[in-house]
């Protein structure tokens, strides 16, 4: 017994030795990247691990992880200044979607990778011009219904209308540069109609999940921790719990799933009962179902994908993607028919999109790049 015992102990000091070991061995390193302001922030090899932890991934880290968080909404242009002192510049978009750092703290650029002492970051002009959020939304929702904001909700109103009623349409992948280009060729009559878009950012990574948790919560992703595609539950108070609070009532229309888990709302699932290829007019049937022989709830968001969909399958410049952008401007007017006075309407979009080169993916999205960042949040009070 005594000779386990011994053999247990000697076992734990050769891990922890061979831990300390490990930790000793790691590299350490720094690089610094210029914020918007013209300062820089370091970052380490500690961060490095605490992204690798906080966003389930044992590969490297996106080098847009790292401008997100030193304060960048879209990127131009970035200058690495190496080891050597030699300069490199390139363009964003040419290199964004095969771009990391790894452990050893190199830029990795597909597969060349450097050491880089530091980073210069040029960003887009009309970064300038971008003050409203996709996280104002909650706080939008919950100051016209009457309750204080989300707990945790870092957004702001955008209007100082109170109602009896929200309703809140996103318009999943229409991005402000879509929005604006389908309005010019004629797309969007109805959407043309309402108030003009205000033109908004999401949050990074410009996907669905990530966005819907920011959106539900007024968060960013740090702070809600929905960070990537992997995770579905906010750390954080959401809008609908907010409203439930104050017992008020929530139903949420999505299509085939939910991109992120709610509670404390009514949910309907709409799926594609038809097998048309598409879930929006399930989703319109059954906001229309709950319009006509329900009592509206205090709080109504519909979710229509079919732009997204139709974007990362055929492409921003197909027909059909034309067809799917129709669709939604004629489905929002069957719903705008439907509302009743002193209800306040919103419509957004989650992300944008650009055409892609992957035969996988048509259009993709997931950059700072101006096409996946800029939203449109529209507010339209109904009198």
């Not at 300062?39 to 991934?57: E, G, K, P, R, W």
């Not at 999943?172 to 108030?195: F, V």
């Not at 709950?290 to 509206?296: A, S, T």
């Not at 650009?354 to 101006?370: F, Q, V, W």
Request: aromatic share 6%.
């Amino acid at each position: 017994m005594k000779l386990i015992k011994n053999t247990k102990v000697m076992f734990i000091a050769v891990v922890l030795l061979i831990t300390s070991l490990l930790n000793a061995c790691s590299p350490t390193w720094s690089l610094s990247i210029e914020k918007p302001d013209g300062s820089f922030i370091v970052f380490q090899s500690q961060d490095y691990n605490d992204l690798l932890a906080a966003d389930t991934i044992t590969d490297n880290v996106a080098l847009e992880r790292l401008f997100w968080l030193a304060g960048h909404t879209l990127v131009d242009q970035i200058t690495l200044k190496l080891q050597d002192q030699t300069i490199q510049t390139y363009t964003w978009k040419e290199i964004a979607p095969n771009t990391t750092i790894d452990s050893q703290g190199q830029i990795c650029i597909s597969d060349s990778c450097v050491h880089a002492q530091s980073i210069s970051v040029k960003a887009i002009e009309v970064t300038d011009q971008i003050s409203v959020s996709i996280m104002d939304i909650a706080p939008t929702i919950a100051s016209a219904l009457g309750i204080p904001a989300p707990n945790g909700s870092q957004g702001k109103t955008l209007t100082d209308v109170t109602t009896n009623h929200v309703i809140a349409i996103l318009l999943d992948g229409l991005g402000y540069q879509i929005l604006s280009d389908s309005s010019l060729r004629g797309l969007t009559p109805e959407i043309d109609k309402l108030n003009p878009p205000l033109l908004a950012s999401t949050v990074y990574p410009p996907v669905t999940r990530v966005a819907m948790a920011a959106f539900s919560t007024g968060a960013l992703p740090e702070e809600n921790k929905v960070t990537a595609t992997s995770m579905r539950n906010p750390a954080l108070e959401t809008i609908f719990t907010a409203l439930a609070n104050f017992e008020k009532q929530s139903i949420a229309i999505e299509g085939e799933s939910l991109p992120i888990n709610l509670i404390d709302c009514r949910i309907e699932l709409s799926g594609d009962r038809d097998g048309n290829g598409s879930t929006d007019d399930n989703v319109l049937n059954n906001t229309l179902n709950i319009l006509e022989q329900e009592p509206l709830p205090d709080f109504l968001f519909i979710h229509f994908h079919g732009i997204d969909d139709a974007g990362h399958t055929y492409g921003l410049d197909a027909p059909e993607y034309a067809a799917a952008i129709q669709y939604v401007d004629q489905a929002v007017w069957q719903v705008i028919s439907k509302l009743p006075q002193n209800s306040l309407l919103i419509i957004f979009s989650d992300h944008g999109m650009h055409n892609s080169n992957s035969p996988a993916k048509l259009g993709e999205h997931g950059h700072l790049y101006s096409e996946d960042m800029l939203i449109p949040i529209i507010i339209y009070p109904i009198h």
